[in-house]
């Protein structure tokens, strides 16, 4: 089998000894004799599992013992309604920031609930950088951004502070840089970008801010719920967390996000480099607001793109296509793709310019 370099935009890789630990409990979870798929999830040992995977979130991104770490279901989209159905009401007004294609799915949600304000945009160049924004309207319910935008590969590296509650889709960089809690009231993010399998959502929220709601809303629906339940009003998405905690102890010994954004850091630094080097490639996203997770970038012409697209996939780099409203091509660097994986795709950015040259002497020969 031919070796594969995963570039994919989610489910983001995991480290090959996280599968291989994964594999294993599936089979004979820790010589209990169990399959992690059958414990029940009111075992003692899996109420171990629980906690410990909230341990690593809390202590992996400093989370102030003020905000509780939640483990939820239905993916960030679910959250997209869960934030107003909780703090937007009827007559009160939320402000959103629209960077891209999930901030416009969130504020579509929104809408449903109460008054949207959005306070800035990037629509006008198909959301290619970050648009300045302010706000000092206090009566807003909350200021919704989203601080990596997956798609468009445009990331967010300083947040508001208006003394307004912030709340931000962190799905597709959470764990990949450092960051501070107390900038943000919520923080959600769906787990199969950068923290494990789908099937859980992580949310971070100021307790303080969970105690405002003052909607009645289902029980699925309450953070409160959620809170006070130790995420286990109902059955947890027991494999999902139990492969986040193990992916969270991998992140530990590569010297936690600390250790892994100066990976993240030279790894995009390294496909940047050869993008804007190479003539036959050109960076999508403003240079200032480049994401370190989702790199997007596009081909001098359209032959030019198909032609790599299909040289890459020959060396076994897969998911390097970009999302159909950008087009070109996106390579993800989520935390575990190794620094290798980003060497083999510069260096076929490289082998690609080189047989270019040479059809074109061929051609004046
Ligand atoms: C992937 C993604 C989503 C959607 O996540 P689901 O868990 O599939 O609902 C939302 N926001 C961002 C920024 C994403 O990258």
Known sequence: MQQKHNFGAGPCILAPSVMQQAANAVINWNDSGLSILEVSHRSAAFENVIRKTQLLVRELLNVPNDYSV??????????FA?????FLQKK??????????FAQKAI????????????????DKNYAYIPDYSSNDQR??????????????????????????????????????????????????????NMGPAGMTL???????????????????????????DSMYNTPPVFSIYVAMLNLLWLKDQGGVEGIEKMNIKKANMLYQEIDRNPLFKGTANV????????????????????????AEELGLVGIKGYRTVGGFRASLYNALPIASVEVLVNAMKQFENSRKLEQTLQLA
């Not at 579509?108 to 629509?123: D, N, P, Q, T, Y």
Request: aromatic share 12%; with cysteine.
């Open 92 to 101: 009160s007004r939320a402000a959103y920031l629209d960077t891209g294609y």
């Open 288 to 311: 200032a607001h480049r994401s370190r997770m989702n790199v997007t970038f596009k081909a001098i012409d359209e032959a030019t793109e198909k032609a790599f697209l299909q040289f």
């Open 203 to 229: 949310v971070i929220a100021k307790n303080k801010f969970l105690d405002s709601v003052k909607a009645e809303v289902p029980a699925m629906m309450d953070y409160r719920v959620f809170r006070d339940n």
């Open 82 to 86: 869960m934030v107003p159905m909780n």
């Open 108 to 123: 579509k949600e929104a809408r449903l609930f109460g008054e949207v304000e959005i306070i800035a945009s990037s629509k």
């Open 70 to 79: 939640l483990f939820l279901q239905g993916g960030a989209s679910t959250q």
């Open 140 to 193: 807003v319910a909350y200021l919704h951004c989203t601080s990596n935008n997956t798609i468009e590969g445009t990331e967010m590296f300083e947040f508001p502070g208006f003394g307004i509650p912030l709340v931000c889709d962190m799905s597709s960089d959470i764990f990949s840089r450092r960051i501070n809690v107390r900038d943000f009231d919520l923080i959600y993010a769906g787990a199969q970008k």
